[in-house]
């Protein structure tokens, strides 16, 4: 898994899975993801991207 790979395409995730991830990101990091937000996130990097910027401090 490299920062780039796409979570489609490189990682073969689904829908159901991208759901399911985007849940666990939340869960983890105490943030609340919108369905805007979550639609943009398709790389691993993006994911990254994101919860650096929103996620709860440490």
Request: aromatic share 6%.
């Amino acid at each position: 898994v490299k920062p780039e790979s796409s979570f489609v395409d490189d990682l073969n995730a689904d829908s159901l899975d991208l759901v399911e991830l985007i849940m666990s990101l939340e869960e983890e990091f105490g943030t609340e993801i919108s369905d805007e937000d979550a639609e943009k996130i398709r790389t691993v990097q993006d994911a990254v991207d994101y919860i650096e910027e929103h996620g709860s401090p440490a």
